[in-house]
């Protein structure tokens, strides 16, 4: 059958309305709305609810709508073609799809061809519905399409409402340390290079407050912009192919949206820390010393924190204790007896943890050794090189221990074991990236491969609760902690780190801290005020773990700063049960422990711009102080919920305006009725049975 104005279509008739078979449609029903467009209606089934794409030919659109609302929808054709629904790159220019020249449905696929603004080029199309989903598939094709250096897809943020997901973003205004929208759209994000060797944590996935999605299956590097100069749209390309590959997500809350991508990233396999790791925070010396900690300052660190008491249950010396980067051996001038540091260090009940990285600098004894015996990856450039990658410690650059070369690997291994037994090391915060894109793969390997190699190495060594800092779609199954990276010291950077943990627990990692409660970006120089450690300890001891740094007993601060951030660290561990509760849900099935409020509660609109309140498990909500004052609006879910501080119960869905909360106070509050209330109100000494 042909439809007016397509060149080439294959629609059976008993897919079109009005066909004969339309007493009993095919599961999905294609129409012809009009020689215009072409409409895909999914019915509900499985739990999803239907939906209908609306592909709009002249020119090319896809609009997605649910109960006769649109819910997503690509751009249209604009004289500019980096802003048009599907776009490319080759020699250097931009090219877009214009409008749709032929079209054919066959078991259960609308493939079509797509014209482009150059006429050496045309898009194949591909558009499979299902239950909650459809998958997008194509291909630039023609004589250069060897040429093609991205593809991406432009929508429009508005017709979905609020986004989020990603994790970490880059932005204008100091993202990812000191800025994180929340929602996306509410900002400026523009990264560039987000990928699997990304030392940032990120996943291609976003999703909206009008319950669809988008994940961008691929494990080339991406550019991402969302709202980009105020731009009102969201780009998401792939660099690096010809080939776009993707699905949008269709469902009736957010929350499903978010199941459908686990189901797909898939659930950590185990939980990778230690029951006790989620008790206490780990300690680590960075934003205390920097580079400059010695054996000296280090000792006292951690007599100042055990002597007054506050809880941890590792301390790591960060960067600074390598004699040269590379060479893993403790610089003799600054710590003369490391193994007895390492005994007074367990003397005083914490365990030991060093930095550590597979980046080795030209010059060092282990780059001669590993270049010679071919540890290193290889140069793109030149194959008979070593790849050199720059980075912060290294002018000359670096050589990465290759983890497909098992002898590279087992190398390495043996450094980091002989570190433990010569030391008494008892785990390591593994820094810096992997892999590098300058470098050659081994034949066979992806730049995903060696992100899940390094998984894999690092899951042979006590990581004491703080995970990687490398993450794509697939990692969630490996059940390692999860954290933003360095931050600033001030509030800014506090509400980043929010905004940050709420980020990645909803992409997967249902095991978040923030980084360094304080902050460590410009510390010691600059650290953080009291009121910005104090209230960022109050917040992170409402999450799954602490990671801790800057010491509230540093002669800067007062007596109440010690008693106030011991308070916190406390509050944390007698919520550990509760915490400990929720992990076998988060194996099972990737629910997140720290999640938006509207994750349970779609239908409260005001949750949906909130970066400073989530509800930890299903019972209880946090809502702490994340500016410099002592009152704060606190959103209320529906419910009946037993506000802690004032001793009262709360009926919800309500706003507490200018809520009050002294330096002392955590506003909290415990949802009555629910099979974890009795515990978290005895954990909150509130004297209830």
Not at 38 to 62: C, L, M
Not at 410 to 424: K, P, Q, R
Not at 681 to 687: D, N, P, Q, Y
């Amino acid at each position: 059958m042909t439809i007016a104005g397509l060149s080439t279509v294959l629609i059976p008739a008993s897919l079109l309305a009005g066909g004969s078979a339309a007493a009993a449609p095919e599961s999905p029903r294609v129409t012809q709305a009009s020689d215009a467009s072409i409409t895909i209606t999914e019915p509900a089934q499985d739990g999803s609810p239907a939906y209908t794409i609306t592909v709009n030919k002249a020119p090319f659109r896809i609009t997605t709508s649910r109960g006769g609302r649109t819910v997503l929808a690509t751009t249209t054709q604009s004289a500019s073609a980096s802003s048009s629904p599907v776009t490319f790159t080759a020699g250097g220019s931009t090219y877009a799809a214009t409008r749709v020249t032929g079209s054919r449905w066959t078991q259960g696929k609308l493939t079509l061809s797509l014209a482009t603004t150059d006429p050496g080029y045309h898009v194949t199309y591909n558009l499979t519905p299902k239950a909650g989903q459809y998958q997008v598939a194509w291909t630039v094709t023609g004589d250069s399409a060897g040429s093609v250096d991205a593809v991406g897809e432009n929508y429009v943020l508005s017709s979905a409402g609020y986004w989020y997901g990603q994790g970490l973003t880059t932005t204008p205004q100091g993202g990812p340390i000191e800025d994180q929208p929340w929602p996306l759209n509410a900002g400026d994000v523009d990264n560039e290079g987000m990928g699997p060797s990304s030392h940032d944590r990120n996943n291609p996935f976003w999703y909206t407050s009008s319950s669809t999605g988008l994940w961008v299956n691929t494990n080339n590097d991406m550019n991402v912009q969302i709202n980009h100069g105020q731009s009102g749209l969201g780009s998401f390309a792939v660099t690096g192919t010809n080939s776009y590959n993707s699905t949008v997500f269709v469902e009736s809350t957010p929350r499903s949206v978010y199941g459908d991508y686990v189901a797909i990233a898939g659930t950590p396999q185990h939980l990778d820390d230690p029951e006790a790791y989620f008790r206490t925070p780990t300690w680590n010396t960075w934003a205390e010393f920097n580079t400059n900690v010695t054996e000296d300052n280090f000792l006292a660190y951690v007599h100042q924190l055990a002597d007054n008491h506050i809880p941890g249950h590792a301390i790591q010396i960060d960067d600074g204790w390598n004699s040269n980067y590379g060479d893993y051996t403790f610089d003799s001038t600054k710590f003369p007896t490391p193994k007895a540091m390492s005994d007074e260090v367990h003397k005083l009940g914490f365990d030991l943890g060093l930095w550590m990285t597979l980046w080795i600098n030209k010059g060092t004894k282990n780059f001669d050794y590993a270049k010679e015996h071919g540890y290193f990856f290889k140069s793109k450039a030149n194959p008979d090189d070593v790849c050199l990658v720059p980075w912060w410690n290294g002018e000359q650059g670096a050589g990465i221990v290759d983890l497909a070369n098992p002898d590279a690997r087992a190398w390495f291994s043996g450094i980091m074991h002989n570190l433990m037994t010569t030391y008494g090391v008892d785990g390591f915060k593994f820094d810096t990236r992997f892999y590098a894109p300058s470098c050659a793969p081994d034949a066979g390997y992806t730049t995903r491969d060696y992100l899940e190699l390094a998984h894999q190495f690092a899951d042979d060594f006590d990581m004491q609760g703080l995970g990687l800092t490398a993450a794509w779609t697939g990692t969630q199954r490996y059940g390692f902690a999860m954290r933003d990276n360095d931050k600033g010291t001030d509030w800014h950077s506090y509400q980043a780190a929010l905004a940050q943990v709420l980020s990645l627990s909803t992409v997967g990692y249902p095991f978040v801290e923030t980084d360094m409660i304080g902050g460590s970006s410009g510390a010691p120089e600059n650290p953080p005020t009291k009121e910005v450690l104090v209230r960022w300890a109050q917040a992170a001891a409402l999450m799954p773990l602490e990671y801790a740094s800057t010491s509230p007993a540093n002669p800067r601060y007062d007596k109440e700063t010690i008693d106030l951030y011991r308070a916190a660290m406390t509050l944390h561990e007698r919520l550990t049960p509760y915490i400990l509760k929720q992990v076998p849900r988060a194996v099972k099935t990737g629910e997140p422990i720290m999640k938006p409020i509207f994750f349970d509660f779609p239908d409260d609109k005001a949750s949906y711009t909130l970066s400073n309140e989530w509800l930890l498990g299903d019972s209880l909500l946090a809502a702490p102080v994340d500016s410099d004052t002592t009152t704060r609006d606190v959103d209320v879910p529906a419910g009946q919920w037993y506000d802690v501080a004032r001793q009262r119960v709360v009926h919800g869905p309500t706003t507490l305006r200018a809520y009050g909360a002294n330096l002392a106070q955590v506003p909290m509050f415990v949802r009555l009725g629910t099979p974890d209330t009795g515990m978290l109100m005895r954990a909150l000494h509130t004297g209830a049975k």
